[in-house]
């Protein structure tokens, strides 16, 4: 859905702009009053900046109203299917960072959040949510990473293991069910388990976007970097049609 689409292009482009603890104004201002905190005391020489999915799930609600999105919404939305993320783990409900609704109340889209580097475990959890949940239309998964070193790397390798996360579902997919259960197993002996329903799975649309940032240590907009990296996967060929393989090339370092 496009207006969904520059709903989140116009949250990413806002999480480049806002300013810091200590330091709230920056060379291109930002509409928004959110702020980077950082770590540790005051009068430490040197305090990290803690990014977190917090700030861009503010923002995505923030600019969600300022454009009069005729959605409503919900955090740490509890799912309707049951996960377990260890071997021997129960299975219970999860949760879904941001979940909009159409005016009936109806799930609309799922959106799930991440920052920074991340296992393949916590991108699996993840990915596995928002095709598996049941929503009315495309479900969404945004990761950013903000780096200040000015390397690419971290996108292509982020994106590599989408690829490899991605093709482990589809595999596992194929399988014929067993006690109503599809495990997912990953390199260190991780698992994720999700309950299925009688009859085939119903796979939901997915785009995911991979945006990397970079500043480096004035804040003016020629410093300021932007990537934004999208797939798309149509839920009613994932099983059929899927192959990592085929999809656009990751942005590789130059």
């Known amino acids: 859905m496009e207006q969904i689409c520059k709903l989140i292009e116009d949250s990413l482009n806002e999480l480049t702009k806002i300013g810091e603890e200590d330091k709230p104004h920056t060379s291109e201002a930002s509409v928004s009053r959110l702020l980077f905190p950082k770590y540790g005391h005051q009068e430490d020489e ?14 995505l609600v923030e600019i969600l109203k300022r454009q009069n999105l005729e959605f409503y919404y919900s955090v740490e939305t509890p799912t309707q299917k049951k996960y377990s993320f260890s071997e021997e783990g129960e299975f219970r409900s999860g949760n879904i960072d941001l979940c909009l609704y159409d005016n009936t ?14 296992d393949d475990i916590d991108i699996a959890k993840d990915l596995l949510k928002l095709l598996y949940e049941p929503s009315k239309g495309q479900n969404y998964f945004i990761h950013f990473i903000c780096n200040t070193k000015g390397s690419l790397s971290s996108i292509a390798k982020m994106a590599k293991k989408f690829e490899k996360v991605l093709m482990r579902i589809k595999e596992e997919s194929y399988k014929p069910k067993t006690d109503k259960k599809m495990v997912v197993e990953l ?8 309950e299925r329903g009688e ?13 990397w940032f970079e500043k480096n240590g004035e804040k003016s907009k020629k410093d300021l970097k932007k990537v934004l990296h999208i797939w798309e996967i149509k839920g009613s060929d994932f099983l059929k049609d899927f192959d990592a393989k085929k999809w656009e090339p990751p942005i590789e370092e130059k």
């Open 46 to 59: 040197k305090q990290e900046i803690r990014r977190s999915e917090q700030e861009l799930r503010f923002l």
């Open 199 to 211: 009859g085939e799975d119903a796979i939901s649309d997915l785009k995911i976007f991979l945006f």
């Open 187 to 194: 390199e260190g002996n991780k698992f994720i388990k999700v």
């Open 105 to 118: 109340g109806n799930r609309a889209h799922l959106i799930e959040l991440k920052y920074g580097p991340n």
